[in-house]
């Protein structure tokens, strides 16, 4: 098993065989191995920094129905909200404060935020914060559109590409959502010259070792400069409701195999990883990740976006408590500064 990992960090690549003998092993010694090596590889990049991120989850209303997300278009029993710019400013004002220097806007596909108005809050946040990131994650878009939010001042994309197979994508999603264009939103992302993350949920129903090992062999050609991954939690009034969990141990697995085949990715310790598991995040860094990031949505608003069931918003999660975070990571040997975090 050692020599497999050993294998995986040399040629930066995995064979399906090796994925999954990875994903079964039981050999305990060997994952301790995996995770050092993977832990090992983010600190030769990156030393010993986690950098943080703070998310600001501007609206739940969206005009997909993506069978496994909390917050598709059919789900009825949950309340609806946007934020306006000055909200979404004033949660960036604190976020400064608290020593975030990348904003994460993340949302449904809410039609409401179109090119001019998406744009003119990017504007805002370049101007008044000009030494931090902004990151947009707010779904499939129209190369014209990317560009506009790019010249606007945003700097990096999050858009998981969710599952690397088409067959598989499409079990996930409904008929009119497409693989291909999700696809091309990526690799125009790339192009315009965003910092692009990719990413999947670990335990999608469906998902197999080829799929998985699909989604790697992505990330390979892609060369994303993010990678998002965590565990799928099922979510009530949704298609999935009643399939298992992703788990957080094959979670902390595939972040290690992807920080050994793509060693510069900048990966998080997700909220699902922290939902699932009162250590997740430490245990995801021990595992390679270098990227954490705490919520910086107005707290009135934050169970509302409820991608899926049990969401932690508090606690670890909340970018109040920052500080309680950063001594925690401490003692783990890291820091994390008040620094963009940008790819190297
Ligand atoms: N509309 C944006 C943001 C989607 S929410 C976009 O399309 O990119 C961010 C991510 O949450 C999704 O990409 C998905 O991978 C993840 N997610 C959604 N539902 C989930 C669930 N039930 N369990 C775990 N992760 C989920």
């Not at 294998?7 to 003998?21: D, K, M, P, S, Y």
């Not at 904003?103 to 596909?109: A, I, L, P, T």
């Not at 994508?169 to 010259?193: T, V, W």
Request: with cysteine.
């Amino acid at each position: 098993m050692k020599q497999i990992v050993d294998h995986i960090a040399q040629t930066r690549n995995v064979a399906l065989e090796e994925l999954a003998a990875l994903l079964t092993s039981e050999d305990h010694e060997a994952l301790q191995y995996l995770f050092g090596r993977a832990h090992d590889e983010a600190q030769r990049i990156y030393g010993n920094k986690i950098f943080m991120r703070g998310l600001i989850e501007i609206s739940n209303h969206c005009k997909n129905d993506c069978l496994y997300c909390g917050i598709r278009r059919s789900r009825q029993g949950i309340a609806r909200y946007r934020l306006d710019k000055e909200q979404i400013l004033e949660c960036c004002q604190q976020g400064y404060g608290l020593g975030f220097r990348t904003f994460v806007m993340q949302g449904g596909e809410d039609a409401w935020f179109n090119d001019d108005r998406l744009c003119d809050i990017v504007a805002a946040i370049r101007s008044q914060y000009p030494d931090c990131a902004i990151t947009l994650s707010v779904g499939e878009r129209s190369r014209e559109s990317y560009q506009r939010l790019y010249d606007a001042g945003a700097d990096r994309y999050l858009l998981r590409h969710e599952t690397a197979d088409k067959r598989h994508y499409e079990k996930l999603h409904p008929a009119e959502m497409s693989f291909d264009n999700r696809q091309r939103c990526l690799r125009d992302l790339k192009e315009i010259g965003f910092q692009v993350g990719c990413g999947f949920m670990v335990g999608s129903p469906y998902q197999t070792f080829e799929t998985l090992y699909q989604d790697l062999q992505l990330i390979r050609t892609l060369q994303p400069e993010m990678v998002g991954i965590g565990p799928f939690i099922p979510t009530a009034e949704t298609p999935f409701a009643d399939r298992p969990a992703g788990t957080v141990d094959a979670t902390l697995r595939l972040i290690a195999i992807i920080r050994l085949i793509h060693p510069h990715a900048l990966l998080p310790a997700t909220t699902a990883l922290g939902t699932l598991h009162p250590q997740g995040r430490e245990l995801g860094i021990m595992a390679g990740a270098n990227v954490i990031m705490p919520n910086l949505s107005p707290v009135a608003h934050r169970k509302d976006y409820s991608i899926y069931d049990n969401k932690l918003a508090s606690g670890s999660e909340a970018a109040e408590t920052v500080e309680d975070s950063r001594a925690r990571l401490k003692l783990l040997g890291t820091e994390v500064p008040a620094d963009r975090g940008d790819f190297q």
